[in-house]
């Protein structure tokens, strides 16, 4: 597999604040981890691994894991969001492959030194897909435990919009996933509304 650093021919996100946010935004409005190539753009793109990393060894079974995870990711996301309108449900099965797949060491980075003698951070070997993945769990983890981040979880307020971010806006009033995807939408559709109505 050739190495892949663009993310463009995927229409990948990465503006949810978090690395198992970004994840679960791959979802919508359509799957884009179906197949290696998505998720090595992901992967990159999402600064789970420096710039350049090389991802050759990556294989077929990588973007079902990385599905699989996200999954489990969701089910506690939207657990949370809901916990004031929905009935509790037992997610134990999410949780337990959370906490399973974060006990994996996640890649080791460690400082190189360029020839202008400025550092940069590179990965101590290939990444493992186990180790890939843990990071990311454990990322979901710490925002689950913690009550200040998890205190800032949205869910985009565009018509048929999944997607979950951390809303760090002064004041607490972001409203889409996107300004310029949703809340342009938004923008848009109040625009045709106003149209008709000065039209009628």
């Known amino acids: 597999m050739a190495l892949v650093t663009a993310t463009a021919p995927y229409d990948l996100r990465f503006d949810a604040g978090r690395l198992c946010l970004d994840l679960l935004a791959t979802s919508h409005p359509r799957e ?48 949370w969001l809901t916990r004031d309108t929905l009935p509790p449900y037992d997610h134990t099965p999410a949780l337990v492959r959370v906490n399973d797949v974060a006990r ?15 550092l940069v951070r590179e990965l101590d070997g290939p990444p493992e897909c186990a180790a890939l993945l843990a990071a990311v769990a454990r990322d979901a983890v710490e925002l689950l435990t913690d ?22 806006s002064r004041g ?26 000065a039209r009628a």
């Open 104 to 118: 994996a060491a996640p890649p080791a980075p460690r400082a190189v030194r360029r020839e202008d003698g400025s």
């Open 172 to 197: 607490r009033r972001r409203r889409w996933c996107s300004s310029e995807v949703c809340g342009n939408r938004e923008r848009v559709a109040r625009h045709r509304r106003r149209a008709a109505l």
């Open 32 to 79: 884009r981890l179906d197949a290696l190539a998505p998720l090595c753009a992901w992967i990159t793109g999402s600064g789970l691994v420096p710039p350049g990393t090389p991802l050759t060894h990556a294989d077929p079974s990588w973007p079902g894991a990385f599905r699989e995870l996200r999954a489990s990711i969701a089910l506690l996301v939207r657990d």
């Open 147 to 168: 009550p200040a981040a998890r205190a800032g979880l949205r869910q985009c307020e565009g018509d048929n919009c999944p997607i979950v971010y951390v809303d760090t």
